[in-house]
Every structure is written in C-alpha cells, then in structure tokens.
T-cell receptor
Framework: EAQVTQNPRYLITVTGKKLTVTCSQN?????MSWYRQDPGLGLRQIYY???????DKGDVPEGYKVSRKEKRNFPLILESPSPNQTSLYFC?????????????FGPGTRLTVT | AQKVTQAQTEISVVEKEDVTLDCVYE???????LFWYKQPPSGELVFLIR????DEQNEISGRYSWNFQKSTSSFNFTITASQVVDSAVYFC??????????WGAGTKLIIKP
C-alpha cells in the first residue's frame, strides 16, 4: 500500500531532550516536506527536500533540523525542544514540487513539550 | 509576504443545505497553483483539487464545485446538498514563488443532521 508513515504518532517530552520524528514514504517520491499545524494558523512549512541531499528552509525552520540521506526517509530532528514546539506535525511527499499536484500526507505526530 | 485568507473560522449548517467556503489570496506571481484539502475529524489530510492560474474554468466534482476568479484573487469552494460526512476542516493553499505551499488557517465546517 502506498503510504507515508510517521513515528511516533504521539510524544510527550521535556524541554531540552533531543528527539527525532521519523518519516518514510514507499512511493519513490522526489519531494518531501515537514509542516506543523497550530490552531488558527493552518499548516506552516518547516523544511522541504526536492531530492536526496537537497534540503531547504520553509517558513518556520528555527529549532528544527532535517536530513535526506535516502529518498524514502526524511526525519525531523528537534535538538533542544521547547514548549513553543508543541504542535501537530505532518510529513508529506509527492512525485515533484507541490506545483505538480497532490501531496500525500502522513497521519501526523502530536508532540507535547513540557 | 504572500498570504492565503480563509475568513470564515467556523460554519455550521443543517444537512442538505448548500455551503460556500471562501478563500482569498495575495500574489505577485503570474503563475501559481491553488489547492483545497480536507481534514476530517480523524485528522488525515485529503487532497480535493489543484488549479493553475491560467485555468479559470470552474470545476464540478459530484456535490463539490470550485469557483476560481483571478480578478478578485479568490478560489471558493461550494458543497451542494451537504451531508454529515462533509464535516471537517477545509484548507485552501497556494504555491509561492519557490513552488512551496502557503496555507490558509482553515474553515471548520459543521453539518448538523
């Protein structure tokens, strides 16, 4: 089944404790992206990747890191999480840049930082 | 900065009513793409439609229709004869000059039986 998977789905952590949210897609897509969703703000892009080893900042990259060593994986790293990073996170992938059409989204990761 | 505005935070209608969700955007680009996504209560994001800026034809898909008006920078979404299963948050989005998506804040649609 074609899908984007994210792990974990739910995470409660404390300020400053490094964490990684994994994202994997099995559709051989070139493009991957991370968004955060906050009430009243819609989705905001954190980082995106047009291809392996190519990553770029989105609108809200501060406090996040990503890597794209393989086409299928695009992990999101929070080196020192803070309470303002409490949010719902979505990973997405598509064959090419969003202009090309539908993005396929993972199920979301709900992160709480206390 | 470019912006997508969904002024209706929440809309509540009774089943079988028609409902229109508004989307207005700002842009300096001549070429761009517009999208609608649905987020049902289960939380996943579901693609509904993509439109490019050169195609102003309205589109109909079953009970769903979209009205793109470049002159007013709007891309409104209408659900005809709404059903309870249409209850969801609906997002409008637009590509920016880097071909990335800018999202509206979303409109929560409640369909009462």
């Amino acid at each position: 089944e074609a899908q984007v998977t994210q792990n974990p789905r739910y995470l409660i952590t404390v300020t400053g404790k490094k964490l990684t949210v994994t994202c994997s897609q099995n559709m051989n897509h070139e493009y991957m992206s991370w968004y955060r969703q906050d009430p009243g703000l819609g989705l905001r892009q954190i980082y995106y990747s047009m291809n392996v080893e190519v990553t770029d900042k989105g609108d809200v990259p501060e406090g996040y890191k990503v890597s794209r060593k393989e086409k299928r994986n695009f992990p999101l790293i929070l080196e020192s999480p803070s309470p303002n990073q409490t949010s719902l996170y979505f990973c997405a992938s598509s064959p090419s840049a969003p202009t090309g059409g539908e993005q396929y989204f993972g199920p979301g990761t709900r992160l709480t930082v206390t | 900065a470019q912006k997508v505005t969904q002024a209706q935070t929440e809309i509540s209608v009774v089943e079988k009513e028609d409902v229109t969700l508004d989307c207005v955007y700002e842009t300096r680009d001549t070429t761009y793409y517009l999208f609608w996504y649905k987020q049902p209560p289960s939380g996943e994001l579901v693609f509904l439609i993509r439109r490019n800026s050169f195609d102003e034809q309205n589109e109909i898909s079953g009970r769903y229709s979209w009205n793109f008006q470049k002159s007013t920078s709007s891309f409104n979404f209408t659900i005809t004869a709404s059903q309870v299963v249409d209850s969801a948050v609906y997002f409008c989005a637009k590509t920016d000059s880097n071909y990335q998506l800018i999202w509206g804040a979303g409109t929560k649609l409640i369909i009462k039986p």
